[in-house]
């Protein structure tokens, strides 16, 4: 390996982190929005076309205070199974940042039998080298690493005019590494790490008009893991998730989109707890047995491709409640930026954003596809 080479892309990482919010927006509209690049081309019509390439590459950037400036890209390929399903799609991703972390991530989104069955699945490795100053509000300086390794899919089968009933699957080995005090204090309040394997049950409803980028409809999905040292996990606890997401169409040009979004454990063993899911923070850098958050997300169509992007909300973290009225469980996220359509038949979005929390909390992201 050449080991130049790195020393020279970490210093280039260090330098872009460094760089304001209103740089960086400005620097990513240059490289993906510039004339004669690979997403330029007119629309086509609501089904895939020979015109609409079926594969695409977009860049990834995230900058925040736990993994520092990685970036990366997405590959991906669209295909539709027959004219009623929606276009699938399979993307391979990957990122690595100036703190020598590093995620690697294949998934698949299938429609197809008329509609009437839909497959996910995802398959990520990664490991995430850790700075912090104050770990888990304990106030001991700490670094770690932790490495994580995931697979998980889940199957739905339409039963009715909008719902779909499946089966889901989750295997997931995630440890965490450290030395001297804090590892002591992680074994402590037992923040090791966990091997799990659940399976689950999951129930949706989905009137919305498209898949990925809906201007009207509702998206309802209710599921549960249920992880067990029977199945080859190291805990027996349970997951359970519900997310509800609205979409209203208030002008030609301008969709409103909320969601309100919860996860719920019993007995999960601190690893397996709930994190924030907003973005502006940074998952597993807060924890608690559950959560719950209510986001709202502007989306404005500009000319051509382009949009502008409004994101906010607020989440809680809790183990009863009540914990919700004690302000330092509540947390804000706000920001936004601009969007582009990648593939206008599939709906595949990439948006550029900056987001700010609570306490210092805050990201700027490149991304694909919308929140929710």
Avoid at 66 to 73: L, N, Q
Avoid at 148 to 176: C, D, E, K, T
Wanted: proline share 4%; with cysteine; aromatic share 12%.
């Amino acid at each position: 390996m050449n080991f130049y080479l790195i020393k020279k892309f970490r210093l280039a990482l260090e330098m872009i982190s460094r760089l304001p919010a209103w740089k960086l927006l400005w620097i990513c509209g240059s490289l993906l929005f510039a004339p004669g690049n690979a997403f330029s081309g007119e629309s086509g019509e609501p089904e895939l076309t020979a015109k609409e390439k079926p594969f695409f590459v977009v860049p990834l950037l995230t900058s925040n205070p736990k993994m520092s400036t990685s970036v990366g890209a997405v590959a991906g390929y669209l295909h539709q199974f027959d004219s009623e399903s929606a276009p699938s799609m399979f993307s391979l991703s990957g990122t690595y940042s100036d703190s020598d972390s590093a995620f690697a991530a294949l998934f698949a989104q299938m429609f197809f039998d008329r509609g009437q069955q839909q497959l996910n699945v995802a398959l990520v490795n990664g490991r995430v080298n850790n700075d912090y100053d104050d770990f888990l509000g304990s106030g001991l300086p700490a670094q770690t690493t932790d490495k994580v390794h995931m697979v998980g899919g889940r199957y739905s089968y339409r039963v009715g005019p909008n719902w779909f009933l499946g089966i889901q699957a989750m295997a997931s080995n995630y440890v965490i590494e450290a030395e001297g005090a804090v590892e002591q204090a992680l074994e402590t309040i037992g923040l090791t790490g966990v091997d799990s394997v659940g399976l689950g049950l999951a129930a949706e409803l989905d009137s919305r008009d498209h898949k990925r980028n809906p201007k009207s409809g509702k998206h309802l999905i209710f599921g549960n893991y249920a992880y067990r040292e029977d199945f080859g996990g190291s805990d027996d606890y349970d997951v359970y998730r519900a997310n509800f997401a609205s979409y209203h169409s208030l002008a030609e040009r301008y969709v409103l989109a909320w969601q309100l979004s919860g996860r719920w454990t019993e007995q999960a063993p601190i690893s397996g707890y709930s994190s924030i899911a907003l973005r502006g923070y940074v998952r597993g850098m807060q924890l608690a047995p559950n959560s719950t958050h209510f986001a709202v997300d502007n989306r404005i169509r500009l000319k051509g491709r382009f949009g502008l992007t409004i994101y906010g909300g607020v989440a809680c973290l809790y183990d009863e409640m009540d914990d919700c009225s004690d302000s330092s469980n509540v947390y804000p996220s706000f920001g936004g930026g601009a969007s582009f359509m990648v593939r206008e038949q599939a709906g595949v979005v990439l948006r550029a954003e900056y987001i700010a929390g609570k306490e210092g909390s805050d990201g700027f992201y490149v991304t694909l596809n919308n929140p929710f």
